[in-house]
């Protein structure tokens, strides 16, 4: 019958990514009993492997790479499915010297031609030699790399056939340093057309280590439970590569699985025991949503210590309504550890304090749209209105120098709002081929522009919102996801059913608009939903917007599932969205 791999290996010492590539890190992983367990959308355990297995397959693969005659530092498409497959070429990349590069699956693209040109276009701008993925996804890769001079697009079992065990016998392997790229990771594109960061093995285990020792502080007991794809930044280095990195156990469920069936992912925690399971914010509000009396019985939440949110917006709501959900299950909600990160640092920068929960400032509309400086001496007006309530996402790591700018780049105090920059050991070295759009975010003295809005508060961070999602309508600044959280309050609408933009209007004024899916089909239904709308909006912003209801599942998202109102915007502009 087969098992997972252990939790416990008291064989091996436990070493935090103190490696110099992540090969090393796999090469001393291997020398244990844990690994990687992948489970069917039932929750049966399909794939157990040792660290030990994969290193062989993946350096076994290494070598048929290096055998087929690819370019070291070639780079290799991966579409990332949550399989062995996956994993074992990604390393197999890193044996051959390569840089492979995670792509999306299927899903939130607006049909078949969306996703084709998506990967067609980077693998275009990465100048891709390769491309693999599973059978039933080759008529898609087919069509996504048509017109790309590409050496091999195919299954890994098409590929492995090109060569025997004893062709690539005597193969050597090339040297890797910790200054060689790693992979290339792209930006999830909810602000512009997807960037590949170039991450080095060196900022990788800077981050890895990080991760493990500093913001999870990994113990022996500690299990993962993931559900999170690997061609995004969370799942791919919070829950594959820091695993290997800190030698820690992990099960898989599909992303495609979870999102069909989300209680599966809180089953396998209460089946094997995990103790460490991250993800955004709609990833708890689904499992709140969709569990039932027959699913809450028997399980078991009480081996889990670290329930990380990041991502996207923290919504505190959504995190009291989950904690109440599953509190008889066990569920401690000082579990929660929020954190702040992206992928042009790696992965993580921030992480809220283990076991603590989370907490959060109540800061007034007039701060937030940045009609005062500061608000040190702001006071609360004791009733709540017009107030939101901000996440704490913890401490910088060590790794890192955080400053909040203002203008001509000039460092904030304590409670000042303004940019998020960071320099550190693992925030990336530029965009992958793409020098102009690295000088826009990256000083020439290792400084990165996050793009992103916030403050510090007794050395935590606090985020406020994304600089380019800032609506301005007469001259007053206001923050989409406050409108939308009003909006989706309404017993109709759920997360992530609205976007807030603003759209041309008189005299060249923006007007502010709000795109709804929409399920109800009754033209009073929908004319009263409009009605309602209007009055929540218009006690956020003090202006009534113009509503627009359209289909469900018709917002555009991006390929880690966040809501891309650039996109909607242009398309609701284009008569695409109507």
């Given at each position: 019958?087969?098992?997972?791999?252990?939790?416990?290996?008291?064989?091996?010492?436990?070493?935090?990514?103190?490696?110099?590539?992540?090969?090393?890190?796999?090469?001393?992983?291997?020398?244990?009993?844990?690994?990687?367990?992948?489970?069917?959308?039932?929750?049966?355990?399909?794939?157990?492997?040792?660290?030990?297995?994969?290193?062989?397959?993946?350096?076994?693969?290494?070598?048929?790479?290096?055998?087929?005659?690819?370019?070291?530092?070639?780079?290799?498409?991966?579409?990332?499915?949550?399989?062995?497959?996956?994993?074992?070429?990604?390393?197999?990349?890193?044996?051959?010297?390569?840089?492979?590069?995670?792509?999306?699956?299927?899903?939130?693209?607006?049909?078949?031609?969306?996703?084709?040109?998506?990967?067609?276009?980077?693998?275009?701008?990465?100048?891709?030699?390769?491309?693999?993925?599973?059978?039933?996804?080759?008529?898609?890769?087919?069509?996504?790399?048509?017109?790309?001079?590409?050496?091999?697009?195919?299954?890994?079992?098409?590929?492995?056939?090109?060569?025997?065990?004893?062709?690539?016998?005597?193969?050597?392997?090339?040297?890797?340093?910790?200054?060689?790229?790693?992979?290339?990771?792209?930006?999830?594109?909810?602000?512009?057309?997807?960037?590949?960061?170039?991450?080095?093995?060196?900022?990788?285990?800077?981050?890895?280590?990080?991760?493990?020792?500093?913001?999870?502080?990994?113990?022996?007991?500690?299990?993962?439970?993931?559900?999170?794809?690997?061609?995004?930044?969370?799942?791919?280095?919070?829950?594959?590569?820091?695993?290997?990195?800190?030698?820690?156990?992990?099960?898989?469920?599909?992303?495609?699985?979870?999102?069909?069936?989300?209680?599966?992912?809180?089953?396998?925690?209460?089946?094997?025991?995990?103790?460490?399971?991250?993800?955004?914010?709609?990833?708890?509000?689904?499992?709140?949503?969709?569990?039932?009396?027959?699913?809450?019985?028997?399980?078991?939440?009480?081996?889990?210590?670290?329930?990380?949110?990041?991502?996207?917006?923290?919504?505190?709501?959504?995190?009291?309504?989950?904690?109440?959900?599953?509190?008889?299950?066990?569920?401690?909600?000082?579990?929660?550890?929020?954190?702040?990160?992206?992928?042009?640092?790696?992965?993580?920068?921030?992480?809220?304090?283990?076991?603590?929960?989370?907490?959060?400032?109540?800061?007034?509309?007039?701060?937030?749209?940045?009609?005062?400086?500061?608000?040190?001496?702001?006071?609360?007006?004791?009733?709540?209105?017009?107030?939101?309530?901000?996440?704490?996402?913890?401490?910088?790591?060590?790794?890192?120098?955080?400053?909040?700018?203002?203008?001509?780049?000039?460092?904030?105090?304590?409670?000042?709002?303004?940019?998020?920059?960071?320099?550190?050991?693992?925030?990336?070295?530029?965009?992958?081929?793409?020098?102009?759009?690295?000088?826009?975010?990256?000083?020439?003295?290792?400084?990165?522009?996050?793009?992103?809005?916030?403050?510090?508060?007794?050395?935590?961070?606090?985020?406020i919102g994304r600089i380019k999602d800032l609506i301005i309508i007469n001259g007053k600044n206001h923050w989409p996801h406050d409108i939308e959280w009003a909006v989706e309050k309404l017993p109709e609408l759920r997360s992530g059913d609205s976007a807030a933009i603003s759209i041309p209007g008189d005299n060249d004024e923006e007007v502010p608009a709000i795109l709804v899916q929409c399920r109800k089909r009754d033209e009073?239904?929908?004319?009263?939903?409009?009605?309602?709308?209007?009055?929540?909006?218009?006690?956020?912003?003090?202006?009534?917007?113009?509503?627009?209801?359209?289909?469900?599942?018709?917002?555009?998202?991006?390929?880690?599932?966040?809501?891309?109102?650039?996109?909607?915007?242009?398309?609701?502009?284009?008569?695409?969205?109507?």
């Amino acid at each position: 019958m087969l098992k997972p791999t252990p939790t416990q290996d008291t064989t091996l010492p436990r070493r935090y990514a103190d490696f110099d590539t992540l090969l090393d890190a796999l090469d001393y992983a291997a020398q244990g009993k844990r690994g990687l367990n992948f489970y069917s959308p039932r929750g049966e355990l399909e794939t157990s492997l040792t660290y030990g297995q994969i290193r062989d397959r993946a350096h076994e693969i290494g070598r048929r790479l290096v055998h087929f005659g690819i370019e070291k530092n070639s780079r290799v498409a991966l579409i990332a499915e949550t399989n062995e497959d996956f994993v074992c070429y990604f390393l197999g990349c890193q044996y051959a010297g390569l840089l492979p590069v995670p792509l999306p699956l299927p899903t939130s693209f607006g049909g078949r031609d969306g996703y084709t040109e998506q990967l067609h276009q980077q693998m275009k701008s990465c100048e891709a030699s390769a491309a693999l993925s599973a059978s039933y996804m080759l008529p898609l890769l087919d069509e996504a790399t048509s017109g790309l001079n590409m050496e091999f697009v195919g299954t890994p079992d098409t590929f492995e056939a090109q060569s025997s065990l004893t062709d690539i016998k005597n193969v050597k392997l090339p040297e890797v340093a910790s200054d060689d790229l790693a992979y290339l990771q792209y930006s999830s594109g909810s602000t512009r057309f997807p960037h590949g960061v170039a991450v080095t093995h060196k900022s990788l285990m800077s981050n890895c280590y990080g991760i493990g020792k500093i913001g999870m502080e990994v113990d022996d007991d500690d299990r993962a439970v993931s559900w999170l794809p690997f061609y995004h930044d969370m799942g791919l280095v919070g829950m594959l590569i820091s695993p290997i990195a800190c030698q820690v156990s992990i099960d898989y469920l599909a992303t495609e699985a979870f999102a069909r069936r989300p209680m599966q992912w809180l089953k396998l925690i209460s089946k094997n025991k995990g103790t460490m399971c991250s993800g955004p914010t709609f990833g708890y509000e689904i499992c709140a949503r969709r569990a039932n009396s027959t699913d809450l019985e028997g399980l078991d939440l009480s081996s889990w210590k670290v329930a990380g949110i990041g991502a996207d917006m923290i919504r505190p709501n959504v995190l009291e309504i989950f904690a109440e959900t599953f509190k008889e299950c066990g569920f401690n909600k000082k579990a929660f550890m929020p954190s702040y990160g992206l992928a042009e640092c790696t992965l993580a920068v921030s992480f809220g304090k283990k076991i603590s929960g989370y907490s959060v400032d109540l800061v007034s509309e007039e701060v937030l749209n940045g009609n005062v400086k500061s608000f040190k001496e702001h006071k609360l007006n004791g009733n709540g209105a017009n107030y939101r309530e901000v996440v704490d996402c913890g401490k910088p790591l060590p790794e890192y120098n955080l400053e909040i700018r203002g203008e001509h780049d000039k460092a904030l105090g304590e409670r000042e709002i303004g940019r998020v920059c960071v320099k550190g050991p693992s925030v990336m070295v530029g965009y992958y081929m793409d020098e102009e759009a690295t000088k826009q975010c990256l000083s020439e003295d290792g400084w990165l522009d996050t793009g992103d809005i916030g403050y510090l508060a007794n050395g935590s961070l606090f985020i406020i919102g994304r600089i380019k999602d800032l609506i301005i309508i007469n001259g007053k600044n206001h923050w989409p996801h406050d409108i939308e959280w009003a909006v989706e309050k309404l017993p109709e609408l759920r997360s992530g059913d609205s976007a807030a933009i603003s759209i041309p209007g008189d005299n060249d004024e923006e007007v502010p608009a709000i795109l709804v899916q929409c399920r109800k089909r009754d033209e009073e239904d929908r004319e009263d939903l409009e009605n309602r709308i209007i009055t929540e909006v218009q006690a956020v912003i003090g202006k009534a917007p113009i509503v627009i209801l359209v289909p469900p599942r018709s917002l555009p998202r991006t390929s880690s599932g966040k809501l891309s109102r650039v996109k909607a915007r242009r398309q609701y502009l284009e008569g695409q969205l109507t």
